[in-house]
């Protein structure tokens, strides 16, 4: 069973940043994927960015457009997404989620089995 734990999200201006945090625990796989997406009031789920675990490949999320970053710590078992930039549509809660079909880029949520609780980002206007 892998476990993980969001933190992070917060209360911003557009303009602004924020650096949110996935600690990955339990008993994770040699290889695998982890996502994060995050769900808007009303809306899906959305697909944001992924890395796999030895931090050689990352894909983002078209509208990502240079403005997300994301990373791993292996030393620390943490996984990051830096946010930058900030507008009000990329309000809602982000989750990391992991999948261990790590020889392709999984970007829709059904393929995740392993979910985090969630952090809420709100950016006002």
């Known amino acids: 069973q892998v476990h993980l ?3 992070g999200g917060g209360l911003v201006q557009s303009g602004d940043s924020l650096r949110l ?8 796989p040699s290889r695998y994927i982890l ?3 995050r769900q808007a009031p ?6 944001v960015a992924t890395i796999n675990r030895s931090s050689t490949s990352t894909h983002y999320a078209d509208f990502v457009k240079d ?3 994301v990373s791993r710590d292996n030393a620390k ?3 990051y997404l830096q946010l930058n930039s ?6 809602g809660i982000y989750y990391c989620a992991v999948t261990l079909r790590w020889w392709y880029t ?13 952090t809420q980002v709100t950016v006002s206007a």
């Open 35 to 37: 996502a994060w997406f």
């Open 21 to 28: 945090s996935c600690v990955v625990s339990g008993r994770t």
């Open 106 to 118: 999984p970007v829709n949520a059904e393929e995740y089995a392993y979910w985090g609780q969630g």
């Open 77 to 79: 078992n943490t996984d």
């Open 42 to 47: 009303g809306k899906e789920r959305e697909f």
């Open 86 to 91: 900030l507008r009000p549509e990329d309000t």
């Open 5 to 7: 734990v969001e933190s």
């Open 67 to 69: 403005r997300f970053t």
